[in-house]
């Protein structure tokens, strides 16, 4: 590992250094559940990055894509990879709080109530069109994202770890659909939006179903490899969160990070065009903090024990876009979050 690596500038203690082994073990951790969902999932090189991203700091992730694209299908493989526990739920209007965190069921023989959890008490959990859910249902993952933990009569239940929330909405089809609130959209530490496939990666789609590789048939979307032994263990994930947290990030790089983030809030003196007047709010503390978290494991990922300005910048467009919340006029204009996000980037120096 460099040198430079091991300073100690401004901190008030002596950090412990990552070793040689311990990156190359979390290379090689990160490797084997990359492979396995790689095996299953054709192409989406993005999603995959950003699933181990979130798994390996504790985050959670947002899907926006059509459907058929393999959200489902890299979620459960991306559980059975590491021997977690996988659960899926699909939002709908009708869904209640109880559906998801669980309730009190009662015993008419002994007369008692007993607490039955919900699927969201599960390692991997899959909200798919989670924006079809109430608002009254929204605020309970709300809880259980934020707080690591249900309500149920009064009584709180942990969530297992580690615990990563998959969520999916379809830009499509808005009628029954409920707009997620700023507050949760920033719950999320990432967000993809997929594209579909090349022309490449669909024929390989079909050979797969040929093969018979994808059980769920021409979608891609329910393909089980429960059958097959997990690369790891979750005691491996827990590791590798260990060892993320561990990743060196200079005062420098850490300035850079708030620079970005705040600029996101002054962008009329910023930038220029039309996009100095396209953002109505800007980014959270929240988005640093994300910053901070994904750049840390993109080193690691990498094979570096510390970070440098472009693993910040590496997945600035999922760390962001959910973020941003622009004018009228800017939609109107068709102007997108990550439009802004390249005109910020461009125009804040990096150490």
């Given at each position: 590992m460099s040198t430079d690596a091991g300073t100690t500038t401004g901190a008030a203690h002596p950090r412990e250094v990552l070793s040689r082994a311990e990156v190359e073990r979390a290379v090689a951790l990160a490797g084997a559940v990359d492979a396995r969902v790689g095996a299953s999932v054709v192409g989406q090189e993005s999603l995959r990055r950003s699933l181990l991203v979130a798994l390996t700091t504790g985050g959670h992730l947002l899907v926006e894509s059509v459907p058929g694209l393999a959200k489902t299908l890299a979620a459960s493989t991306l559980a059975h990879a590491v021997g977690a526990r996988f659960s899926r739920i699909q939002c709908t209007p009708d869904l209640l709080p109880s559906d998801i965190i669980g309730t009190q069921v009662y015993d008419p023989r002994d007369h008692t109530f007993s607490t039955q959890l919900g699927p969201v008490h599960a390692n991997v959990v899959l909200l798919d069109e989670v924006n079809r859910a109430s608002a009254k249902t929204q605020s309970a993952l709300l809880e259980a994202m934020g707080e690591g933990h249900t309500s149920i009569a009064g009584q709180t239940h942990a969530l297992p770890r580690p615990f990563l929330v998959l969520a999916t909405q379809n830009p499509l089809d808005e009628e029954?659909?409920?707009?997620?609130?700023?507050?949760?959209?920033?719950?999320?530490?990432?967000?993809?939006?997929?594209?579909?496939?090349s022309h490449a990666e669909e024929v390989a789609v079909l050979d797969r179903v040929e093969s018979g590789a994808l059980s769920g048939g021409a979608h891609g979307e329910a393909g089980d490899p429960a059958h097959r032994a997990p690369a790891i263990d979750l005691a491996a994930v827990t590791e590798l969160q260990r060892l993320v947290t561990r990743v060196h990030v200079e005062p420098s790089v850490k300035d850079y990070v708030v620079r970005l983030v705040t600029a996101t809030r002054s962008t009329g003196t910023l930038l220029d065009g039309a996009l100095a007047e396209a953002v109505e709010t800007g980014a959270s503390p929240r988005a640093s903090i994300a910053f901070f978290s994904v750049a840390r494991a993109v080193a690691l990922l990498a094979g570096r024990d510390h970070v440098r300005p472009d693993d910040v910048v590496a997945l600035a467009h999922q760390v962001l876009r959910h973020r941003l919340v622009l004018t009228f006029d800017a939609q109107a204009d068709r102007v997108r979050?990550?439009?802004?996000?390249?005109?910020?980037?461009?125009?804040v120096p990096s150490p």
């Open positions: 029954g659909t409920y707009l997620l609130p700023q507050a949760q959209l920033d719950r999320f530490m990432l967000k993809e939006v997929l594209d579909y496939p979050p990550e439009d802004v996000v390249d005109a910020v980037l461009a125009a």
